[in-house]
């Protein structure tokens, strides 16, 4: 029998911590964020934050089942956005550049920090551009 972290079960809802006491809302020692049940909810399995609409994704990843695969290296993935980014690990794309240098990034967030760091002067409220 395969043993796993995390029980690959089909989540449904009643894995978030809500202030209420019932599934699904929200949790009060999030500290504020718990305020509201607007906002989402603790994982009962990890402890991180789930924000309302997010907890079926979340969930997801406490299973053992990926649907989707990389054609090159077989890699599992729960979310078709994330497949695509790690394509670009193998076919060296590096869509999102910098404007201000031309370094180019395969990732939005990498370019967002390369700007941050390297292009504070920049204003920063345009962080990223696509080519």
């Known amino acids: 029998m395969e043993t796993s972290l995390y029980p690959s079960t089909d989540y449904r809802g009643d894995e978030v911590d809500s202030a209420e006491g019932g599934a699904g809302a ?3 020692t999030e500290g504020n964020r718990g305020a509201s049940c607007k906002l989402g909810g603790a994982c009962k399995v990890c ?4 924000a309302r609409g997010n907890h079926r994704a979340h969930m997801a990843a406490h299973t053992q089942h990926r649907p989707l695969h990389c054609a090159v290296c077989g890699r599992g993935f729960h979310q078709t956005e994330d497949l695509k980014r790690h394509i670009r690990i ?3 794309e590096k869509p999102f550049k910098c404007s201000r240098c031309g370094i180019a990034f395969r990732q939005r967030g990498h370019l967002s920090r390369h700007l941050f760091k390297h292009h504070p002067d ?4 345009r962080r990223h551009s696509e080519s």
Do not use: D, R
Request: proline share 0%; aromatic share 8%; hydrophobic share 15%.
């Open 122 to 125: 920049n204003g920063n409220n």
């Open 90 to 92: 193998h076919t060296g």
């Open 26 to 28: 929200c949790s009060k």
């Open 47 to 50: 402890g991180s934050w789930i």
